[in-house]
């Protein structure tokens, strides 16, 4: 454990792990899950805190404990939680194979990065662990490498293990492996070869991961991938059923293609299918969901489960009319007239997360004014056949779903350098605000950069990566600036050569911008722009926080 305390593992937030997205995941397969506003959640291998502290700041009547064997970590986060004055949540350095008695049960039991990285009598004990501590209709979420897949990104394992061999600390091992992963990358320029374009790859990716990633997943002392059949022997054991895996297109064959699923049609046994899924599709990870085997469910997804849910999107118009793109660009279409006017409303109200019957109700509202499409064709089919389209997006990770309704947050209570603005349902800034709002990033959001984080956790539980200028503005929201002073503050910054804007952003800015040149309105829009952004995403709170 002297690696973990000596390199920490960088701690952010693990959206499949959120209880949100849990208890949809249980509800669809029929069982009763907790609510995610006043569950009790236990993460074994917290590290620092950095997936439960979040949760625990969004949900203060939920009950929050997490355990990791390293013991430097774990008073590292209990830092964070006492300077966020969190009191439903404790940090608590342990053993998983050792778990102390006073626990209690728990609705939702997490396990992100350790079954595959502990030798398997600690693996087993952890399965065992969850078991015994895990509530009926409760959920356990384990990740692990799985074979045969994992065999291929060995090849890379394989190599640093190599060129670590003689090193000995953790700081010595990682400059051991950097020096190989530049070595390989340069021999394989001219290499042919699908082993050689594999390794390309994978070297690509590696060059946006952290260090501790690098040294934690491909250095580490203990590494047991498994097989699919094998974990769900092992879970089985342990009195645990298997439910499903957090991405759910993963468990439809057609996804591979047609002929994936013609070859898989003859295998009537769940297992076999999601194994040979992995064999075909080369499957080197799993986050899987258990739940106790004295537990009934359905085990078949509910359309009518799904009807019942809150929906959200985090979607973006594009250039061009009625398309929609996920924040990384992936285009969103969909077929039905009344499911687009759906993806549309969900864009604009982004991050509210409306029930989907008035979802659908605003929608055939809305295309009742068309001529293309008028309310009185919209009919009961019409209806089922947007649910259903509704449905396959979640599956594909299109959209998102609550249990319950999520509103959004309040406008900008700031006028706009081009003149007022009306407010409107996506929440843009509004002229009935008072320019001299001091806004004031939330508590959580502070507490993280404070801690030096790039990524800062979301509404909805995912880290949203900022650039160099996102990052110095959000730093400056202490509740003392107002927008011509935090103008002001960029302009000083970015003329002083102390804060390097990205291309993009340089394109809000015109002339010269010395410390005493008059702040330009393109600015004051760009601070603007920064400040809806934090809004979307939660970052910005209320004048009074608790």
Not at 195 to 221: C, F, V
Request: aromatic residues 6%.
């Amino acid at each position: 454990m002297d690696d973990y305390d000596a390199l920490f593992y960088d701690s952010l937030c693990i959206p499949d792990t959120d209880p949100e997205r849990l208890a949809v995941l249980g509800r669809l397969f029929g069982l009763q899950t907790a609510q995610p506003a006043a569950c009790r959640v236990l993460e074994l291998g917290a590290a620092t805190g950095g997936n439960l502290i979040p949760m625990a700041w969004r949900t203060p009547d939920a009950e929050l404990v997490g355990i990791d064997l390293a013991a430097e970590q774990i008073k590292a986060g209990q830092r964070i939680v006492d300077g966020l004055g969190l009191p439903n949540i404790t940090l608590r350095q342990g053993d998983i194979a050792h778990l102390p008695d006073d626990l209690g049960s728990f609705d939702y039991i997490i396990a992100h990065g350790v079954y595959s990285w502990v030798p398997p009598d600690t693996a087993g004990a952890l399965l065992r662990a969850g078991r015994q501590l895990l509530r009926p209709h409760g959920l356990f979420y384990v990740s692990y490498n799985t074979l045969p897949g994992w065999r291929m990104r060995g090849m890379l394992r394989d190599i640093l293990l190599d060129a670590a061999r003689e090193a000995v600390s953790p700081r010595d091992r990682l400059a051991a492996a950097a020096g190989a992963l530049q070595r390989l990358e340069y021999g394989l320029t001219d290499v042919g070869g699908l082993a050689a374009d594999y390794l390309r790859e994978e070297l690509r990716r590696l060059r946006d991961a952290p260090p501790s990633y690098l040294y934690h997943e491909l250095l580490a002392r203990e590494h047991h991938p498994v097989a699919f059949r094998e974990f769900l022997a092992g879970a089985e054991a342990a009195g645990l059923r298997y439910l499903c895996d957090c991405d759910l297109q993963t468990l439809f064959p057609s996804r591979l293609g047609d002929s994936a699923e013609q070859a898989l049609a003859d295998l009537a046994d769940g297992a076999d299918v999601e194994q040979w899924l992995d064999f075909l599709g080369t499957r080197n990870f799993r986050q899987s969901i258990l739940f106790r085997d004295d537990t009934d469910i359905e085990e078949a997804l509910s359309l009518e489960a799904f009807a019942t849910l809150a929906l959200w999107a985090d979607l973006r118009q594009s250039h061009q009319p009625m398309e929609l793109t996920l924040p990384g660009g992936e285009p969103v279409t969909a077929r039905h007239p009344l499911t687009r006017a759906a993806l549309l409303i969900l864009a604009g109200r982004y991050p509210e997360a409306v029930p989907l019957p008035t979802l659908l109700r605003d929608a055939v509202e809305q295309l009742g004014s068309s001529t293309a499409a008028p309310e009185d064709a919209i009919g009961p089919e019409q209806i089922q056949a947007s649910i259903e389209e509704l449905f396959s997006l979640f599956i594909a990770n299109a959209i998102g779903a609550r249990l319950t309704p999520r509103p959004a947050p309040p406008p900008l209570p700031i006028i706009s350098p081009t003149g007022p603005s009306k407010p409107t349902k996506g929440g843009r800034a509004s002229g009935r605000g008072n320019a001299q709002w001091r806004p004031r990033a939330t508590a959580l959001a502070r507490a993280q950069l404070t801690a030096g984080a790039r990524e800062v956790a979301t509404l909805d539980h995912r880290n949203l990566e900022l650039d160099p200028l996102a990052l110095h503005l959000l730093g400056r929201l202490d509740g003392t600036r107002t927008l011509a002073d935090l103008a002001q503050d960029l302009a000083a910054e970015l003329a002083g050569g102390r804060l390097q804007a990205p291309p993009e952003a340089l394109a809000h800015f015109s002339g010269s911008l010395g410390e005493e040149a008059e702040v330009e309105p393109q600015l004051e829009a760009a601070v603007i722009g920064l400040l809806e952004l934090f809004r979307r995403y939660g970052l910005i709170g209320p004048r009074q926080e608790r």
